[in-house]
């Protein structure tokens, strides 16, 4: 497939191939109840359950490892604030309507990775970590994990490695450091030198290719898979990282009802969630489906440089298409989202579950990201910072606009509605860098 191709089967992706900012919705979303059931078959209540349920387990060994997570009980979370200030510098400076309350979702500032990379990528460490454990009749799930703190001599045995274009190694990284595994991430050509440094601080070993992540993550898994001992943590497919993410949805609506929001056909909620393969905004979407079903409307934003899962859902050629095909270089400053390729399994069980998907250009991410510093002082990176093209988007573009009408959400809803951007990193930024993020597209 080429450009003219991929037009040519759907004009809707003209605008994507131009690289604009464009809103894409998607017309294979199905109500809940119709998808729900072969949708279990991949992923259950009762594996977000369970993943919860371990998560909580870890709790004694992760407060006790990083005594950051003290005031949580050993919890990884994160808060959820309203942004008032920048819901309406958003809509004076860029002359939008948004409808309802915006809020955050600060996973900018999840303890230990600084990046939403703390649910997924340190749930599958976790997992991994249990199972080893358990299997060597070391540990039983009714012990108390604080004691997987003393045996590092057992875990040093084992090798994690991961591709990355810089906050999922982080994650993984750190959190394998803590647990007592050698750990290799395999980082692209993107990553940021000030990832690399800090990882290599924690003992990590970093091995670079002046590739993409694509090659990244295939060089790791192949180096990986030639040593019995270690485990890939696979960002294209796998199930546990996705598993990690979709806890937040629990957490996250317990979080709604402290604030005294109510989620129904009235009250709708959207969130916007930036997408590098999709693992993260897929997982977090997903758990949120489960729980509100077509009450929630779940869209992904992406680089207008790199709309890779975009492209994945909409053509329906998941993994195997690439942002390459449709003639673009994927070169965006959103390290982040920087994934020329979409997630095999997000692309294929998001299908039915997203509404859409926004792009958002180079420059903005520095706007938004000046804007939030300058209203509510609050900084997160320029990946976390495309989530603010969704509530801009949503009532800017005619398709999104048509999807409000076929779904329901009149005026009326949609100024009863709660619309989340999804802060997906920033935390562990250095101040320079923040200086120079300041003075970016200026
Ligand atoms: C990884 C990442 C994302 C997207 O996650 P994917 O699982 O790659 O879709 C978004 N924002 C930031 C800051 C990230 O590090």
């Not at 485990?231 to 546990?240: G, T």
């Amino acid at each position: 497939m080429n450009r003219d191709a991929l037009i040519a089967a759907d004009p809707a992706l003209r605008a994507v191939a131009d690289a604009e900012e464009t809103a894409w919705i998607n017309p294979r979303l199905l109500p809940f109840d119709m998808v729900d059931g072969l949708s279990q078959l991949v992923v259950s209540d009762a594996d977000i359950a369970d993943a919860a349920a371990r998560l909580q387990r870890f709790a004694p060994f992760i407060r006790r490892a990083f005594p950051e997570t003290e005031e949580t009980n050993g919890l990884i979370e994160s808060p959820l604030r309203p942004i008032p200030k920048m819901q309406q510098r958003l809509a004076a400076e860029y002359h939008a309507v948004i409808p309802g309350r915006l809020l955050l979702k600060m996973d900018s500032h999840l303890a230990i990775a600084g990046s939403v990379k703390a649910r997924g990528g340190i749930y599958e460490v976790l997992k991994h970590a249990e199972d080893l454990a358990i299997g060597a009749g070391l540990l039983t799930i009714d012990d108390d994990y604080g004691k997987l703190a003393d045996m590092r001599d057992f875990f040093a045995r084992y090798t994690m490695q991961v591709g990355s274009t810089g906050n999922l190694g982080m994650s993984i990284g750190i959190m394998s450091a803590a647990i007592g595994f050698r750990v290799r991430v395999h980082m692209s050509a993107d990553a940021k030198a000030w990832k690399k440094n800090l990882l290599r601080s924690h003992g990590v070993e970093v091995i670079e290719y002046a590739d993409d992540y694509s090659r990244a993550v295939a060089e790791g898994r192949r180096a990986s898979d030639a040593d019995p001992m270690s485990h890939f943590v696979d960002d294209e497919k796998s199930v546990d990282l996705f598993l990690g993410y979709a806890v937040a949805a629990e957490r996250l609506a317990a979080q709604l009802a402290d604030l005294n929001i109510t989620v129904d056909s009235e009250h709708p909620l959207i969130v916007y969630i930036p997408a590098g393969v999709g693992g993260a905004p897929g997982g977090v979407s997903y758990g949120l489906r489960r729980l509100y079903h077509d009450n929630v409307h779940c869209f992904f934003v992406e680089p207008a440089q790199c709309p890779s899962v975009l492209l994945g859902v909409a053509t329906q050629r998941y993994e195997q298409v690439s942002v390459h095909d449709i003639g673009i270089a994927g070169k965006t400053d959103a390290d982040g989202l920087a994934c020329a390729s979409p997630s095999s399994l997000v692309t294929r069980i998001m299908t039915n579950h997203m509404a859409g998907v926004f792009t958002v250009s180079e420059a903005h991410l520095y706007d938004y990201l000046r804007d939030l510093n300058a209203s509510e002082g609050i900084r997160i990176e320029p990946s976390s910072c495309a989530s603010f093209a969704g509530p801009l988007g949503l009532l800017r573009f005619p398709d999104a606009r048509a999807y409000c009408a076929v779904h329901g959400l009149t005026p009326e809803r949609l100024g009863h509605a709660t619309q989340i951007a999804w802060a997906t990193g920033g935390r562990l930024v250095p101040e320079e860098i923040w200086t120079e993020y300041l003075a970016t597209y200026r």
